[in-house]
T-cell receptor, first 113, second 113 residues
Framework: EAAVTQSPRNKVAVTGGKVTLSCNQT?????MYWYRQDTGHGLRLIHY???????EKGDIPDGYKASRPSQENFSLILELATPSQTSVYFC????????????FGPGTRLLVL | GDSVTQTEGQVALSEEDFLTIHCNYS??????LFWYVQYPGEGPQLLFR?????EKGSSRGFEATYDKGTTSFHLRKASVQESDSAVYYC????????????FGKGTSLTVIP
């Protein structure tokens, strides 16, 4: 019973198209995060959220939007996808009461052609 | 601002070798320090954490000791196995306010049988 799930696991998109990546957590954590992972860069924070209705910009927010409609769900939206957004995206939930220990989903591999 | 530095980008060892991956941090106060491991095709998963000076974290034969004097949290394992091949991330969670979680760039470990 995975606590953080992501969908889709793989996605191929066209340049200029809209892409939505979804994340669901059953940890009942207030904090949620979106990262991208690229060779040579490690994990880079895109957006995060403190709870339902809140979204905050991370270190590399340009070209991305986020939505947190509920405690459990956190989406990452690419309104106009570009090839430079080809990457692996990870969602995490964070336990603020436990030093914000983060628990990750399995990742979404996105290819923008 | 707070930061984490991992010295080694890639490490290649033979089975039964001793492993050290260096992690140094910069943060005020007493951050919580973490080691995460990421196996191919999966999201990062928590290996262990430590919150106090001289506290030792350990799991699966890996260990690290929180050293505030040298601002370090080096990962060690006495005898690596091929199954330890993965990417290892050092991270910290600051003790001042929200969104104070930082990852190092990661160290890719390859263990040759």
């Amino acid at each position: 019973e995975a606590a953080v799930t992501q969908s889709p696991r793989n996605k191929v998109a066209v340049t200029g198209g809209k892409v939505t990546l979804s994340c669901n957590q059953t940890n009942n954590h207030n904090n949620m995060y979106w990262y991208r992972q690229d060779t040579g860069h490690g994990l880079r924070l895109i957006h995060y959220s403190y709870g339902a209705g809140s979204t905050e910009k991370g270190d590399i927010p340009d070209g991305y939007k986020a939505s947190r409609p509920s405690q459990e769900n956190f989406s990452l939206i690419l309104e106009l996808a570009t090839p430079s957004q080809t990457s692996v995206y990870f969602c995490a939930s964070g336990d603020y009461d436990n030093q914000d220990t983060q628990y990750f989903g399995p990742g979404t591999r996105l290819l923008v052609l | 601002g707070d930061s984490v530095t991992q010295t080694e980008g890639q490490v290649a060892l033979s089975e039964e070798d001793f492993l050290t991956i260096h992690c140094n941090y910069s943060a005020s106060g007493y951050p919580t320090l973490f080691w995460y491991v990421q196996y191919p095709g999966e999201g990062p998963q928590l290996l262990f954490r430590a919150s106090r000076d001289k506290e030792k974290g350990s799991s699966r034969g890996f260990e690290a000791t929180y050293d505030k004097g040298t601002t370090s949290f080096h990962l060690r394992k006495a005898s690596v196995q091929e199954s330890d091949s993965a990417v290892y991330y050092c991270a910290l969670s600051g003790d001042t306010g929200y969104q104070n979680f930082y990852f190092g760039k990661g160290t890719s470990l390859t263990v040759i049988p």
